[in-house]
């Protein structure tokens, strides 16, 4: 008993202890700006005079002071609570357990720990809390741990966390308007239930994050990116209206993304780069956008985009359900809806690949309804591509004499259990289409175990070998009716028939050309060639793979008995590019027609009535040759072909194609009429060069295959060759090493040289030809990218803040002076100069603009006001950039424009997109252009129309 009574004692006396303890270092601390009885003015004054434990009080008021907080365990809160009454300037958080709460911040609010010169944090911060804020620049936090940011408001700023390397950090219940939470090197980071609006979350080089609940919509670039990152959750997130919903890139592996819903973007899912693989995508609502998800291999290393798992997806009404390009392989498809997607379900265009990445891809228990369920583009197995989905290159990979082909399996082996559609076995996949007349739906199942009795064979070599019926279907009673037609324009031997399909409910076909009881082909759509005359009876065999259903047609072929008359019509004869004309054969008595278009002695078409599109302008000759066994004959005609050319207002846009050819021309530059770009021959990249004056175009020889980025003055040309800038003279054909380290994105005006090189960091470089000299321009304290040079001036994107964001420098050589053109602490990048003006895209207030600084009146104005404008370039009063402004940031939707300073107008260069790296010189602009697939070199002239002068006239009546 009396243990139990001690016991009582105890508890008593220590719960008394408990709450009346009140040590005398724990202390209000109240700061008025306006009030004399508080304890102090300042902010900075209350926090240098507190003491762990203690909590400052801030009045409402307006501190214009930035706040650095070094003594620990304090809390610095706003009296009110609201944050639109209580005003700081800054806030600088170095060290452990702070609290800030409750204030309108209107600069950086800096969460790091102690840090020496160089920004070296060997004493990070810990159990900080950062919440119920508006914050108007953003929070920047470096190797801080066991931290949280809520219920905070970004306006046009965000989050930047560096690290932690260990512990954990939280952000969570913040809403963020034009801004982005940017993670980099951290493990363990939480991001759960934001509200991002026009922004992003960005995980780069680490692991084991988890962002959970959050709502992003309309960022031009991607809700939620990852970047060598790896075994992240990503869940229950909703994405709307971004240029990618979620995207997994370079070396970002083994990550879970499950249960979000993507809405509206350009790519709901994409996962690309290199060795991108073994995600886990899973139950996601991916619809309304253009690809639903794309997986985007690239062949540096490793397994690209391959061994990912799409599981238990809904995937409807994109453009393309499922996307895999380049060497993508090894990829699992199962427990998938596939539904209404309008241009395919699932769209293989792969490339021909080497061994190491020919594992299948597969696919089964998926429900697929769309008008296309699945379409294998074959065709890049032989060539080099790039795609006009990504905008990535391509480039086959030989195994031994031939090309590696990615295999397809569209089924597992049958085995019992459950499928999608209810069966009692699983094995392929349910193939629907939205008019009912999909395999499917049609196919019959005699013995009802939700297996179609006959294999689905979509090509030759995509076969599913287990289709699934559902079981409500396999009851029902489906009659095939087979019905055909031919494309027959004549009857004389040599006859080739294409046979067209119209059958109803039917998915397999046995045709019999020539009435012998013997099955010719089992092709849906055949071609038969008869090469002697007679009467043939045609009989088509549909079915479903239980029911019958015939049809017969007659042919009566016959033997020329008269040489050929050529004859044709085209629609048009002159207009300009792209010119389509449509050509109609009415020529008599012909088994065959072979037409050349454009008088180069190389057959263009076998077709009756072929569609020729000329895209450059000339003057061509149309030939069309016709036989049959008693002859051949000819008629020729001509077509011109004029340069594309649009008004707008007073200025006339010619436009011409420079190159025509299959390969990807790309990075164009000009000086005076000479063109210079690299092209892309089987992953080798050579310098070609184009004369505007003499219509001619060269190759710049160089011995090793491997030249990029040139540029051009005069007949000098530089560019970047195996890691070094080289020069070369047009006028005496000679080649000079300028640097022989590594170096890249050269730069030419008259003498001088510059580049960005490595310096234990980047720095700029500058070569000087006359004096033969090289002097480095910038220090490794900072990291400098992209330099341009005009005259004495050189100017370059500088990255000097701690928080990774880059702005506008210049140096003058003749003084030795070195300028900061832009202060705003976001993104400035991709200078360019012309005269005393500098232009550069500009990230401020969450888009992307073009800016221009006049080194002469030190004025800075906005020239672009699109929010998706990049890679500006300028010459005299003219600057001309990329736009995306009628799509998403990638090239695929960008077209050029031109700003002139002298008449404060915008002009639209190109319309058809997608169109990217313009360069200007005068009044010709050059760019890329991917119009037609490939990347050739387009140019645009300037001109002004003409004012037409008045006509004299007049008339009289005399007076009396």
């Known amino acids: 008993m009396w243990v139990n009574k001690l016991t009582v004692f105890l508890v008593i006396t220590i719960f008394f202890i408990i709450v009346t303890y009140n040590p005398a270092s724990a202390r209000e601390i109240t700061v008025d700006s306006n009030v004399s009885d508080a304890d102090f003015r300042s902010i900075q004054e209350a926090v240098n005079n507190s003491s762990p434990g203690d909590v400052v009080l801030v009045s409402p008021g307006i501190y214009r002071e930035s706040v ?13 609570g609201n944050p639109k009454d209580t005003f700081v300037r800054a806030f600088n958080v170095s060290t452990n357990n702070i609290t800030v709460s409750g204030f309108s911040i209107e600069e950086i609010l800096n969460l790091r720990g102690h840090s020496d010169y160089y920004y070296y944090y060997n004493y990070p911060a810990e159990n900080c809390t950062i919440k119920n804020n508006i914050l108007k620049s953003g929070i920047y936090s470096n190797e801080c741990f066991n931290s949280t940011i809520e219920k905070n408001i970004f306006l046009k700023s965000g989050i930047s966390v560096y690290g932690p390397d260990k512990g954990s950090f939280t952000i969570s219940d913040n809403l963020i308007v034009n801004g982005d939470i940017d993670s980099h ?63 997994i890139e370079f070396l970002s592996s083994q990550n879970i993304i499950n249960n979000n819903t993507l809405i509206c973007n350009d790519k709901g899912i994409l996962v690309g780069g290199h060795v991108s693989g073994e995600n886990i995508i899973s139950n996601n609502t991916v619809s309304s956008s253009n690809i639903g998800i794309l997986l985007s291999g690239s062949s540096s290393v490793g397994n690209p985009a391959g061994g990912n798992s799409l599981l238990g997806n809904t995937i409807s009404n994109n453009n393309i359900g499922i996307l895999f390009e380049g060497y993508s392989s090894s990829n699992l498809v199962r427990n998938n809806r596939v539904e209404l997607n309008k241009q395919c379900g699932v769209y293989i265009n792969n490339v021909g690949c080497g061994a190491r990445y020919g594992s299948t891809n597969q696919f089964y228990n998926n429900i697929f309804n769309n008008t296309i369920n699945f379409f294998n583009d074959t065709s890049n197995y032989t060539h080099d591509y790039t795609s006009i989905y990504t905008g990535n290159s391509y480039t086959i990979q030989p195994i031994g004499n031939g090309t590696g082909i990615v295999p397809v399996a569209l089924n597992t082996i049958k085995t019992s259990g459950t499928n999608i559609v209810g069966g009692p076995y699983i094995g392929g996949n349910y193939w629907a289409k939205p008019d009912g007349t999909g395999f499917s739906q049609i196919c019959a199942d005699s013995d009802g175990n939700g297996i179609g009795d006959l294999p689905y064979n979509i090509t030759e070599n995509e076969t599913d070998y287990f289709p699934l019926v559902s079981s409500s279907r396999s009851k029902e009673t489906i009659i095939p009716v087979a019905n055909f037609s031919t494309n027959i324009t004549h009857t004389l031997v040599p006859l080739s028939v294409q046979f067209i399909d119209l059958s109803r409910n039917a998915v397999a076909w046995s045709w019999d050309f020539d009435n012998n009881g013997m099955p010719d082909s089992t092709s849906q759509n055949p071609v038969h060639v008869y090469t002697s005359p007679g009467t043939y009876i045609i009989n088509l065999t549909a079915s479903n793979g239980k029911e019958t259903s015939s049809k ?60 020729y599109v000329y895209t450059y302008p000339g003057n061509y000759t149309i030939n069309l040759t016709v036989n049959n ?5 000819s008629k020729s005609s001509t077509v011109t072909v004029s340069p594309s050319q649009r008004l707008e207002g007073k200025l006339i846009l010619t436009e011409y194609q420079i190159t025509t050819s299959e390969l990807d021309e790309t990075q164009p530059a000009i000086y005076e009429d000479r063109i210079v770009w690299q092209s892309n021959c089987n992953g080798s990249y050579t310098l070609h060069l184009y004369n505007i004056s003499t219509f001619s175009e060269t190759p710049i020889v160089s011995r090793n295959n491997s030249e990029f980025y040139p540029a051009i003055y005069n007949d000098r040309i530089v560019w970047l060759e195996s890691g070094n800038i080289y020069l070369y003279n047009l006028s005496t054909s000679t080649k000079t090493l300028i640097s022989n380290q590594l170096g890249i994105y050269p730069a030419i005006y008259g003498d001088k040289i510059a580049w960005q090189g490595e310096c234990n960091g980047d720095c700029i470089y500058m070569y000087d030809v006359s004096s033969s000299k090289q002097a480095r321009i910038t220090n490794n304290k900072s990291s400098s990218y992209l330099p341009a040079v005009y005259g004495n001036r050189i100017v370059w994107e500088s990255r000097r ?36 003006r500098i232009v550069w895209g500009d990230y401020r207030n969450g888009n992307k603009d ?28 003219r600057i001309v950039w990329r736009d995306s ?75 009396s």
Not at 854 to 877: C, H, M, R, V, W
Request: aromatic share 10%; charged share 20%; hydrophobic share 30%.
């Open 185 to 247: 090197l951290g493990p363990n980071i939480d991001l759960l239930n934001n509200t991002i609006l026009k922004g992003s979350i960005r995980l780069g080089e680490g692991g084991n994050n988890r962002i959970i609940g959050n709502y992003i919509s309309n960022s031009s670039y991607f809700g939620i990116s990852f970047w060598e990152s790896y075994s992240n959750e990503i869940e229950n997130n909703t994405v709307v209206n971004c240029s990618n919903g979620i995207s």
């Open 552 to 611: 017969t047609h007659e042919i009566i072929v016959q033997e020329a008995k008269v040489p050929p008359e050529a004859e044709f019509y085209a629609n048009v004869t002159g207009g300009q590019v792209p010119l389509s004309v449509q050509f109609t054969d009415l020529s008599k008595n012909t088994t065959a027609v072979v037409w050349d278009f454009n008088s180069d002695g190389i057959p263009d078409s076998t077709e009756r009535n072929p569609v």
């Open 801 to 836: 803040i701690a928080n990774g964001s880059s702005n506008i420098f210049t140096y003058d050589l003749s003084t030795e002076k070195e300028t900061q053109i832009s202060t705003d602490e976001s993104y400035q990048q991709s200078p360019a100069i012309y005269g005393n």
């Open 885 to 959: 402004r009628n799509g998403k940031e990638y090239i695929e939707n960008s077209n050029i424009y031109m700003y002139d300073l002298s008449t404060k107008k915008e002009t639209q260069i190109t319309t058809s997109g997608p169109a990217s790296s313009p360069a200007i010189y005068g009044n010709k602009i050059v760019w890329e252009d991917r119009r037609n697939g490939d990347a050739d070199i387009y140019m645009c002239i300037i001109s002004e129309q003409r004012e037409e002068s008045p006509d004299a006239d007049f008339s009289a009546s005399s007076i």
């Open 68 to 80: 650095d907080i070094e003594i620990q365990n304090i809390s610095i809160l706003s009296e009110s």
């Open 850 to 877: 073009i800016y221009m600084y006049n080194l002469s009146t030190s004025e800075k104005i906005q020239i672009s006001t699109s929010g998706l404008a990049f890679d500006p370039s300028i010459y005299g009063n």
């Open 629 to 633: 066994i008693k002859g051949m004959d």
